[in-house]
């Protein structure tokens, strides 16, 4: 399975989260909703993930093997490098979904 098309909006808020993702697998199959996060290691790729009753989030689809996450991560990365434009989220907010994942 590869990554075939890669689609980033950077959004600019107070909080970490840097980028909002959607990748197409196989040119037949999206996520939608994948994040570019500012970690304490630098940047990172998080899945899509929905908040739980006790406040926990849980990733929605990921990879099950590192080879695969490596592949997500370097498409996404490759393609955040490249891009300049940065749109304001007037929705955002500092409390973004990204504190407890990094």
Same mark, same amino acid.
Request: avoid cysteine; aromatic fraction near 4%; charged fraction near 30%.
């Given at each position: 399975? =590869?990554?075939?098309?890669?689609? /980033?909006? =950077?959004? $600019?808020?107070?909080?970490?989260? =840097? ?7 196989? #040119? &037949? +199959?999206?996520?939608?909703? /994948?994040?570019?996060? @500012?970690?304490?290691?630098?940047? +990172?790729? &998080? ?8 406040? #926990? +989030?849980?990733?929605? &689809? ?8 490596? @592949?997500? $991560? ?10 300049? @434009? ?10 973004? =979904? @990204?504190?407890?994942?990094?």
């Amino acid at each position: 399975m =590869k990554v075939t098309d890669v689609r /980033l909006r =950077k959004i $600019q808020t107070h909080g970490r989260m =840097k980028a909002l993702v959607s990748i197409t697998l196989d #040119e &037949a +199959f999206v996520i939608h909703d /994948l994040r570019v996060i @500012e970690g304490n290691s630098g940047l +990172f790729v &998080a899945m899509p993930s929905k908040r739980t009753p006790d406040g #926990e +989030f849980r990733d929605i &689809a990921h990879p099950i093997n590192s080879v695969m996450r490596q @592949e997500i $991560q370097d498409a996404v990365m490759k393609v955040y490098d490249k891009t300049d @434009e940065v749109i304001p989220d007037k929705n955002a907010t500092s409390d973004n =979904k @990204e504190s407890d994942e990094a």
